[in-house]
């Protein structure tokens, strides 16, 4: 079988998306099918998103191959091979406000219709499942439900010395809570500082520290608190001492379609506190101190039980590990295959 895969997301500037597709690729590289070879497809100079998928993946897509895949949310028009599609949430339609209009727009055009027309769409969560059979008229029977994975090698409770060290790196010499991904308002940035500020009426030298890159302007930082530290794009190497080494991981978000930071703090043995959008109660419930999303004084007094129990904290610290050994870039990527061949053969 001969597969294409749209890899112009795993180009700089990258996202989640390209956790994604990463991991499948691994998975496929650790499965080693003998009958499969995959072309992954990338633009020789900067392109934009629209035109690289309607024009430049649709003649791709006649070169022969036997199913194309698209990691990023809608397909090319009149492919002229089998199509899957990673839709991986519908934000875009749910929440129009949270998005660029030009860019939002042209995802609120393009998904429902790719997504009627791929012979197969792939989404990671039951909620997304359900909104692309209500909001977009997708028959059930043609989504698949495949999980999400984990880098098991990078992601892993790290050691005293190297959290000691990770944190001398970056000048981390006080207590702090951590926040992990892109800086935009629906990630509630402004919920942590919020409830940062009332955590430091008990604890004053504690600091909130936010790693990620900047996707659109916060009103909150426009004139940040000085116990506020942003590293910007850490390497992924130090991410598990800075996950384990932080009082609590944030994730306040008001809606993903997933979340690897989430997922990557509970495999590092790190106490996270979730908002409680439909994604982190799926996938994360049982090891994670959830809250009212949207609520930065539920926010603080999550952070409060974390932070004034140690025994809750350690239960946290060891549900997380063991909730996050089941997310398997493998098995993803054979699931994966197994819908490949099946669109193959249609």
Not at 130 to 151: K, M, N, Q, S
Request: aromatic fraction near 6%.
């Amino acid at each position: 079988m001969r597969l294409g895969v749209d890899g112009k997301c795993l180009l700089p500037p990258r996202a989640g998306i390209a956790r994604y597709l990463e991991g499948v690729l691994e998975g496929l590289e650790a499965l080693a099918p003998a009958d499969l070879t995959v072309e992954v497809l990338q633009p020789r100079r900067p392109r934009r998103t629209l035109p690289w998928v309607v024009w430049d993946l649709r003649r791709a897509s006649a070169r022969g191959l036997d199913v194309l895949h698209c990691p990023f949310y809608y397909p090319p028009p009149a492919a002229r091979c089998p199509v899957t599609v990673a839709i991986h949430d519908l934000l875009v339609l749910e929440h129009p406000e949270w998005f660029r209009p030009r860019w939002g727009n042209t995802l609120r055009a393009m998904i429902p219709r790719g997504a009627r027309r791929a012979d197969a769409v792939i989404t990671g969560s039951r909620c997304v499942a359900d909104a692309l059979v209500a909001t977009c008229g997708v028959p059930r029977e043609r989504i698949r439900l495949i999980g999400y994975g984990l880098d098991h090698r990078r992601f892993a409770p790290p050691g005293a010395a190297q959290v000691t060290a990770t944190r001398r790196q970056f000048g981390l010499d006080r207590p702090y809570l951590l926040q992990v991904g892109a800086i935009e308002p629906r990630r509630g940035v402004d919920l942590a500082i919020a409830a940062a500020a009332a955590a430091r009426a008990t604890t004053p030298e504690l600091e909130l520290v936010l790693i990620g890159e900047p996707r659109a302007p916060v009103a909150a930082l426009d004139a940040p608190p000085p116990w506020l530290r942003r590293l910007g794009r850490v390497d992924d190497a130090a991410l598990p001492a800075l996950y384990a080494g932080a009082e609590a991981v944030l994730a306040p978000s008001r809606g993903e379609g997933f979340d690897f930071p989430v997922l990557e703090a509970l495999a590092c043995g790190a106490a996270v506190v979730a908002s409680d959008i439909p994604v982190h109660v799926e996938h994360f419930a049982p090891a994670v101190e959830l809250f009212t999303a949207g609520n930065s004084e539920a926010l603080a007094a999550a952070i409060e039980r974390v932070r004034g129990d140690s025994e809750r904290r350690v239960r946290l610290g060891a549900a997380g590990p063991q909730l996050a050994h089941r997310f398997r870039w493998e098995e993803a990527a054979r699931l994966h295959l197994e819908l490949w061949r099946e669109v193959s053969r249609r």
